[in-house]
């Protein structure tokens, strides 16, 4: 059969190394904005200043366990940019009747409804806070609205620019806060090693606030991982930036679809090359996830151990976040550190915003890219729609279930509760058996010169260890 060749390089992944040369790499830097975007949120503003009230600096470890979530995600786009082929597509091919896929998007028709219903009342809150006016619910209800018709207006460049502006504000907004307060460096840092210390709740906990701690640990553990939808997701937006071996094609979609043809009829990749220099080629053209990928992580740390850190050291028995009031107590973060520093308050206001409004805007595409790249391959009615067509469709199945959901937790259920559930299974358990999946693909399905080596093997299984972690404590 013959063999194709790799695309050449960007020609900044072949310069010799220099500070231009390094700093020229944070031109890479797109799917993970919107990856960013999307995972700081609720959990972050919410849980992340809650469990630093009652549990100080002892869960930062957490955020260390997320790094598992990244390498999950590296190691399928590693597939896909290596082969052209989805990994999710492989999974429909080569798993009894796609199960793994239909799995996945009934977490997805489950899940992400519910998700949508507990942004709908944050954001709604976090608005009526900010105007002083109006209900949370119409609020939230009209904002949830305005970005389904971004998605459906907007380009993916649209969609990648704004999130890289709202990030930049919760970057900006969380490292302000933890300046300011000035804590200790020194008592800090251990405990992003320290995994497993799993502190009791103080007595002083409110008994309405009080969730069994391995649940929230693996809530809170959700809301920082790549979840499954962007996981997924992610496999669409590289082929819109032509990254690896879709780089310099003019229609990356049909060609990863006459790729997957090919390999459905010889059952086996063949048409990688053998020659050193083609291989050489391939390595380079898996730099720009990776830089991608890196940015982000350090990105979704740095904001979340800095609500975590500010919740422990401005938050306490007085400005514990509740149910009642989600948000609000969470700007003596910003507006109580000292006298001359009421301007902090209206940067939390505005983070805040762009926190959530950002969540919904790019989970509205996320989740749609993601449905679409999981069940194109297992029935023949998504394969053959239009893909605006049907983000129009799931979008409106995601609002009809949200908006009536939404309402219902405003009405009384917890949204920390609902929170913690939902992304237990879409951000922890979904994760762990996606980076399964994929590692065995990996393995199995590339020809040899390509799959990875012991040390990246061990890396990903250690990844995957390191997500099931919390689960441990269920039983204890």
């Not at 999974?91 to 998007?105: D, E």
């Not at 002083?132 to 993916?156: E, K, N, Q």
């Not at 009384?412 to 939902?422: A, D, N, P």
């Amino acid at each position: 059969m013959e063999k194709i060749n790799f695309p050449e390089p960007h020609d900044i992944l072949t310069e010799k190394p220099s500070l231009k040369k390094y700093l020229r790499y944070f031109l890479f830097f797109g799917p993970g904005a919107i990856l960013v975007s999307m995972t700081i949120g609720q959990g972050q503003l919410i849980m992340g200043p809650q469990i630093g009230a009652w549990a100080g600096y002892t869960l930062l470890w957490l955020i260390t366990l997320n790094i598992g979530s990244y390498i999950i995600a590296y190691v399928g786009c590693r597939f896909t940019l290596l082969s052209g082929i989805s990994t999710v597509d492989i999974f429909a091919l080569k798993l009894r009747k796609g199960w793994l896929n239909w799995l996945f998007m009934i977490l997805v028709l489950i899940f992400v409804p519910l998700f949508a219903a507990t942004i709908i009342n944050t954001l709604g809150q976090t608005i009526c806070w900010i105007a002083g006016a109006g209900h949370p619910l119409f609020w939230g209800i009209s904002f949830s609205l305005f970005a389904v018709i971004l998605v459906l207006m907007g380009r993916y460049k649209l969609l990648e620019y704004t999130q890289a502006f709202f990030v930049a504000v919760l970057g900006i907004g969380a490292v302000a806060s933890v300046i300011a307060i000035k804590p200790d460096i020194l008592e800090i840092i251990p405990n992003f090693f320290l995994i497993g210390n799993v502190p009791s709740y103080p007595e002083w906990m409110p008994s309405s606030e009080i969730k069994p701690i391995p649940l929230v640990m693996l809530g809170y553990l959700g809301t920082l991982s790549i979840t499954l939808i962007p996981l997924v997701g992610y496999l669409g937006w590289i082929k819109v930036k032509r990254w690896g071996i879709f780089k310099d094609k003019e229609n990356p979609d049909e060609y990863s679809k006459k790729l997957f043809n090919l390999f459905k009829k010889e059952k086996e990749i063949k048409y990688l090359p053998d020659e050193p220099e083609e291989i050489k080629k391939s390595r380079l053209l898996l730099k720009p996830i990776l830089i991608d990928l890196g940015i982000a992580f350090i990105l979704v740390s740095i904001i979340s151990a800095s609500y975590m850190i500010a919740g422990s050291a401005i938050l306490g028995e007085e400005n514990i976040p509740t149910e009642k009031e989600l948000l609000t107590n969470q700007v003596e973060i910003f507006s109580s550190l000292k006298k001359d520093a009421q301007w902090l308050k209206p940067l939390y206001q505005i983070s805040l915003f762009f926190a959530l409004f950002g969540t919904i805007y790019a989970g509205f595409e996320a989740v749609s890219r993601m449905f679409y790249e999981t069940g194109k391959n297992i029935g023949n009615k998504i394969g053959k729609m239009d893909y605006k067509k049907f983000t129009l469709l799931f979008t409106l199945y995601i609002i009809a279930t949200g908006i009536p959901l939404s309402i219902w937790i405003f009405l009384g259920k917890s949204v920390i509760l609902v929170l913690s559930i939902t992304l237990l299974f879409i951000g922890v358990i979904g994760v762990v058996m996606y980076g399964v999946g994929s590692i065995y693909i990996t393995q199995k399905i590339l020809p040899e010169k390509y799959r990875m080596g012991k040390f990246g093997v061990f890396l990903v299984i250690a990844g995957i260890i390191l997500m099931l972690i919390p689960f441990l404590f269920l039983f204890t």
